[in-house]
């Protein structure tokens, strides 16, 4: 076995803080241990994977708090032999066997956080992840936050990426208009990816633009990179300039219109879920394709993303029939997606910072005039892990400072 790395303060075998659960009673069954709570309710732990999170000096590393032990060496006769609720409110177990020469074959765990582990899903420690949906009726105002604030409160903060999760997009009001500010926002809740459009990239119109973005023209609502096998996961948009005649920004919900489409026509909701269409990069240095169905659902049925950018989709392929039925859907999806009832509209003021899911919310831009004045933004990519992982850390530290 590895080193010894354990620490007395080591209470549990992960960073986060706890409050102790009274508990009524446990049970110790061939399996594993029942847990039942004064509250009602009731957790199971399975003696074997109770034994690998174990805050013991050969189980879990004090400083990575990295398991150290492995199913390899559970033998498959391993059980629980005995179990007590102790003083402190900690469980003490006696296993059956010892796996490792300093093994004392007991172990103690917090009640806190085998309440939290055993309930997985049933408790109020787990952020919501789940996506509220919305229209253009529900979303006259993009949900707004203040910028002098959101960097360095953290209430603020966490109320941010609560709404960033729940919604899919917020709005940023009054950052410093600097250019560096594309960075330090995104960069507070985590990591950013590059593209072939580089780490940070401009949107404004230039002469021998390689896409429509850096143009004067429309935009219709559309998710960015949709020829990548995995697109980004969020977008954030900066606004240093936009004193053009048009250039509204859009967004709308695309998981909305998805499941608008399923509950009204399950026909072509099925057809987009299931039928792989091809996505063609056009650029003149690059040569990215990606073949997926435009609504792409999860294992438990539910929509994981939208691949939305009509003008990325290669020639279709298939019978007169088949092309026919998918292209109708698509086209469908697409006017609907574009529609003034799931499209909201929104100028971006100088300051302003526009933050979405690019898998879920579809942006887009009204046509302007670059004769009339700038248009300048700043933007940059994400992946959706940092920004569940943000707020899954603003709620940790929340926690940390409500036990103080």
Not at 37 to 54: C, M, N, P, Q, T
Not at 83 to 97: C, K, L, N
Not at 139 to 152: A, E, H, K, M
Not at 171 to 189: D, F, R, Y
């Amino acid at each position: 076995m590895p080193d010894q790395h354990h620490t007395p303060a080591m209470l549990t075998p992960d960073f986060d803080t706890y409050s102790l659960r009274p508990i009524m009673s446990v049970d110790v069954h061939p399996l594993g241990l029942e847990v039942r709570y004064k509250d009602g309710k009731v957790s199971f732990h399975l003696a074997a994977d109770l034994r690998e999170h174990s805050v013991a000096d050969d189980t879990t590393h004090a400083v990575t708090r990295e398991a150290l032990l492995d199913p390899i060496h559970v033998p498959d006769d391993f059980h629980i032999s005995g179990a007590q609720i102790a003083e402190d409110g900690f469980v003490h177990v006696t296993w059956s066997h010892k796996l490792t020469p300093s093994d004392t074959g007991q172990a103690r765990y917090h009640s806190g956080w085998l309440y939290q582990t055993g309930l997985y899903g049933d408790t109020d420690f787990e952020v919501d992840l789940s996506p509220q949906l919305w229209n253009a009726e529900s979303f006259t105002n993009i949900p707004q936050i203040d910028g002098s604030r959101v960097l360095d409160d953290e209430d603020e903060y966490y109320h941010f990426l609560t709404i960033f999760v729940r919604y899919g997009a917020v709005l940023v009001k009054g950052l410093p208009a600097v250019p560096e500010m594309i960075e330090t926002l995104p960069e507070k809740i985590g990591v950013i990816r590059s593209s072939n459009f580089g780490r940070i990239f401009e949107v404004k119109t230039k002469v021998d633009a390689d896409s429509n973005a850096y143009t004067g023209e429309e935009l219709r609502a559309h998710t960015d990179l949709a020829t990548r096998e995995y697109m980004p996961g969020l977008q954030f948009l900066f606004c240093l300039q936009n004193d053009s005649d048009g250039g509204l920004s859009t967004l709308t919900d695309g998981f909305a219109v998805a499941e608008y489409i399923r509950t009204t026509d399950r026909q072509t909701f099925d057809l987009l879920s299931q039928t792989p269409i091809d996505f063609v990069n056009k650029a003149k240095t690059s040569d990215y394709r990606m073949t997926v169905p435009l609504f792409h659902l999860g294992q438990d049925g539910q929509l994981d993303e939208v691949r939305w950018t009509s003008w990325l989709r290669a020639p279709m392929r298939g019978s007169l029939d088949e092309m026919n039925r998918l292209y109708s859907a698509q086209k469908k999806a697409y006017q609907l997606g574009n529609s003034d009832k799931f499209k909201a509209f929104f100028k971006l003021g100088e300051g302003d910072m526009i933050c979405f899911d690019n898998r879920r919310v579809l942006h887009g831009r009204t046509s302007f005039d670059p004769a009339s004045g700038g248009r300048w933004l700043r933007g940059c990519y994400m992946e959706r892990e940092e920004l569940w992982s943000g707020l899954r850390m603003a709620a940790r530290i929340k926690r940390a400072r409500k036990a103080r």
